[in-house]
């Protein structure tokens, strides 16, 4: 993974020397939930989690320089939420922060250097970002972003003992966000 540098943070490749800081956030009942897993109960099971990160190669660390320290992590995945675009080259964007850190503009932060490298660095036509219909937090940074909103669909999270949630999908196309910068 190659590492992204942005003005407050580093979106790096997980180190199993993360748990404490993973741990810290994921054991929230803030956090988890509402991006659709349980709450960790052990930082072994954030260890467990970290390798499954580094197994994948897909999802960040995310570092606040200042503090060096992970405060959340965001992640690009081979999802295609819509079968009508399958065809275009695609990946759905997931993030969470550690509550203590949230209102400080920071997940947009890495949301706009991972829009930047999904664009021009893997060349993807189409980024989506969903979130559940309770879950303001994330609605916020995907309008703040310039994602637009797409579509929903009721789902069952077999993580959470098959809770039922309405998931709002969102989505920026590689042409608008050009646009958009330029």
């Known amino acids: 993974m190659e590492t992204i540098n942005t003005e407050r943070l580093l979106l790096r490749e997980w180190q199993e020397t993360d748990s404490k800081d993973l741990f810290e956030y994921a054991k929230?009942?803030?956090?988890?939930?509402?991006?659709?897993?349980?709450?960790?109960?052990?930082?072994e099971e954030?260890?467990?989690i970290i390798k499954?990160?580094?197994?994948?190669?897909?999802?960040?660390?995310?570092?606040?320089?200042?503090?060096?320290?992970?405060?959340?992590?965001i992640g690009l995945h081979d999802r295609k939420p819509d079968d009508q675009?399958?065809?275009?080259?695609?990946?759905e964007m997931g993030y969470v922060l550690n509550p203590n850190y949230w209102g400080r503009g920071i997940i947009p932060e890495a949301v706009q250097a991972l829009l930047e490298y999904g664009f021009t660095k893997l060349n993807v036509d189409l980024i989506w970002s969903g979130h559940f219909d309770f879950n303001q937090n994330s609605k916020r940074?995907?309008?703040?972003?310039?994602?637009?909103?797409?579509?929903?669909?009721?789902?069952k999270l077999k993580l959470l003992d098959n809770k039922e949630v309405t998931t709002l999908y969102y989505c920026l196309f590689k042409s608008d966000y050009v646009e958009n910068k330029g």
Not at 52 to 73: P, W
Not at 146 to 155: A, I, M, T
């Open 28 to 43: 929230s009942e803030e956090v988890g939930p509402n991006a659709g897993w349980p709450p960790h109960k052990t930082e």
């Open 46 to 48: 954030s260890k467990e």
């Open 52 to 73: 499954m990160f580094r197994r994948n190669h897909d999802t960040y660390a995310v570092v606040l320089k200042a503090e060096n320290k992970v405060i959340g992590s």
């Open 85 to 91: 675009l399958v065809n275009l080259k695609q990946k």
């Open 141 to 155: 940074v995907n309008e703040k972003c310039g994602f637009h909103y797409r579509f929903q669909r009721k789902e």
